[in-house]
């Protein structure tokens, strides 16, 4: 809700970059706290990188949304895909935001394809790449799962790599 928040004040007054990202990581510091770490270092790096990975994969999809049909059908097929790891380990209502998400997108994506008719902004983008990231950090952290590096990158591989290529 926060996020969502944050993106409407964005959409409708802009704000300055360091405002986003302190509310952005303020956000994901409950994400991490609840178990959406990952145990890389054996040290308070295990916090404070997936703090980081949410905040960007949070701006990522926010990146892909200045191309019609971009944000919306990567975040479709990314939601959906993140479905089924979360169903295996056993966290059904991830499932059900997963699938909630999947099928919004999904739905929003004939408005939004070239020429698009409307358009995400800010309070849907980074709401969206928000969920996407904190779902990934918490399915993959999960005891059940041994991929806990890897999954979340595999699953979010488009949008982290058109972040790299655009910056």
Same mark, same amino acid.
């Given at each position: 809700? /926060?996020? +969502? %928040?944050?993106?409407?004040?964005?959409?409708?007054?802009?704000? !300055?970059?360091? *405002?986003? =990202? &302190?509310?952005?990581?303020?956000?994901?510091?409950?994400?991490?706290?609840?178990?959406?770490?990952?145990?890389?270092?054996?040290?308070?790096?295990?916090?404070?990188?997936?703090?980081?990975?949410?905040?960007?994969?949070?701006?990522?999809?926010?990146?892909?949304?200045?191309?019609?049909?971009?944000?919306?059908?990567?975040?479709?097929?990314? /939601?959906? +895909? %993140?479905?089924?790891?979360?169903?295996?380990?056993?966290?059904? !209502?991830?499932? *059900?935001? =997963? &699938?909630?998400?999947?099928?919004?997108?999904?739905?929003?994506?004939?408005?939004?394809?070239?020429?698009?008719?409307?358009?995400?902004?800010?309070?849907?983008?980074?709401?969206?790449?928000?969920?996407?990231?904190?779902?990934?950090?918490?399915?993959?952290?999960?005891?059940?799962?041994?991929?806990?590096?890897?999954?979340?990158?595999?699953?979010?591989?488009?949008?982290?790599?058109?972040?790299?290529?655009?910056?």
């Amino acid at each position: 809700a /926060a996020i +969502a %928040l944050l993106g409407l004040v964005d959409d409708l007054r802009p704000l !300055s970059p360091s *405002v986003r =990202l &302190l509310v952005e990581g303020l956000a994901a510091s409950p994400v991490v706290a609840a178990g959406g770490h990952v145990k890389i270092f054996g040290n308070w790096l295990d916090y404070v990188v997936p703090v980081l990975w949410i905040v960007v994969i949070t701006n990522s999809f926010n990146l892909l949304d200045n191309m019609d049909g971009a944000a919306a059908g990567v975040a479709c097929v990314t /939601a959906a +895909a %993140l479905a089924l790891p979360a169903l295996m380990v056993g966290q059904h !209502s991830a499932v *059900v935001l =997963l &699938l909630a998400l999947a099928c919004g997108c999904a739905g929003f994506l004939p408005h939004n394809w070239t020429p698009a008719r409307i358009f995400m902004g800010d309070a849907g983008s980074l709401f969206i790449g928000f969920v996407i990231a904190a779902s990934a950090l918490l399915v993959f952290a999960s005891p059940a799962h041994h991929a806990s590096v890897a999954g979340p990158l595999m699953v979010t591989f488009v949008a982290t790599i058109d972040t790299c290529v655009v910056m």
